[in-house]
Structure formats: C-alpha cells, structure tokens
C-alpha cells in the first residue's frame, strides 16, 4: 500500500546537488514510485523528483489534467521519467507563475521554452523520447531541474543574471 512521503524543503542540501542515476528499477523502486505518485497527487502536485522526497536518484513522475478553464488544454497522463534529460528545448518562450513543494508558498515568474523533447527510461528499462509542448514541456523542465540540483529560486536568479547581463 502506497505511503505519503514527507516533503523536502528549502534550504536542504540535497535539492541543490545533481541526484545519481538509478542502475536498474528494483522493486524497492518501484515501491517508491508508488509512494511519490501518492504524494504528489496528495498534495495536488503536476510532478514530484526524488530529491523532493530526500532521495538522491533521478526519478520524477509527471501528470497534469488539463479542464476546460486553464490556459494549456494539453493534458500529461501519468508518466514515470527515470534518468531524464533534456536533449533539445524549443526556440520559443513563455513566462509563467510556477509553484514548488519544496518552495512552499511562492509563486515565481519563470521563462521557459514552450516545447521540449526529453529521453527518459521507463519502469522496465525501455527508453523513450518525448516532445512535449506547452505545459507538460514546463512541468518536465521544472523537474528535471530539481533532478539536476536546480529550484524554481535558483532558475529565477539564473534568468535575472542573463537580463542584467552579468
């Protein structure tokens, strides 16, 4: 039976350190999979890394179910990134209000690309490449940059320095 697991939050260590890659998914893994999942649609979450949980590995789970009031109609179903990576990120940008678990009751104004193509591996070690556009590309970058020791903080300033010129 899936448990809720606490959430990690700043300024701990572990959300600014680059997470390890996982070797193979055993069924402890698996186990915390299913506890991630719990807890990130327990706490109305699009997606949930790891590290967010205090686990250094590079597993995020995703999901986001588009209604017809919000602004992305694309919908994300349930998908499970293990070893995620960016490989490519769109030409165009949007900037958008994101919230963080793990940055509790702030919303940042953050610049990302509209589309992303990601290569992850799945629960059975099969390798996938997806191009997600609109939302779903945010909610994966968000993530990814948690599995790569970034937080919505860290990328907010990275963005300020690159408009002042710094």
Same mark, same amino acid.
């Given at each position: 039976?899936?448990?809720?697991?606490?959430?990690?939050?700043?300024?701990?260590?572990?959300?600014?350190?680059? $997470?390890?890659?996982?070797?193979?998914?055993?069924?402890?893994?698996?186990?915390? *999979?299913?506890?991630?999942?719990?807890?990130?649609?327990?706490?109305?979450?699009?997606?949930?890394?790891?590290?967010?949980?205090?686990?250094?590995?590079?597993?995020?789970?995703?999901?986001?179910?588009?209604?017809?009031?919000?602004?992305?109609?694309?919908?994300? /179903?349930?998908? *499970?990134?293990?070893?995620?990576?960016?490989?490519?990120?769109?030409?165009?940008?949007?900037?958008?209000?994101?919230?963080?678990?793990?940055? /509790?009751?702030?919303?940042?104004?953050?610049?990302? /690309?509209?589309?992303?193509?990601?290569?992850?591996?799945?629960?059975?070690?099969?390798?996938?490449?997806?191009? $997600?556009?609109?939302?779903?590309?945010?909610?994966?970058?968000?993530?990814?940059?948690?599995?790569?020791? *970034?937080? *919505?903080?860290?990328?907010? $300033?990275?963005?300020?320095?690159?408009?002042?010129?710094?």
């Amino acid at each position: 039976m899936p448990q809720t697991l606490k959430i990690v939050t700043d300024p701990n260590p572990i959300l600014h350190k680059k $997470a390890r890659d996982v070797k193979s998914v055993t069924p402890d893994i698996l186990s915390i *999979i299913d506890d991630m999942v719990k807890t990130m649609r327990e706490k109305d979450g699009m997606g949930l890394a790891a590290v967010q949980v205090g686990l250094d590995m590079k597993i995020a789970v995703v999901e986001y179910k588009s209604t017809d009031n919000n602004d992305w109609p694309t919908p994300l /179903p349930l998908t *499970i990134l293990v070893n995620p990576k960016i490989i490519s990120l769109g030409d165009v940008c949007d900037e958008q209000e994101e919230g963080c678990l793990s940055v /509790p009751d702030k919303q940042i104004k953050i610049i990302r /690309p509209l589309e992303a193509t990601i290569l992850y591996y799945d629960t059975q070690g099969r390798r996938h490449r997806i191009g $997600a556009k609109g939302m779903p590309a945010r909610i994966m970058q968000h993530e990814i940059d948690h599995l790569n020791g *970034i937080l *919505i903080t860290d990328r907010w $300033a990275i963005q300020q320095k690159e408009v002042d010129g710094k």
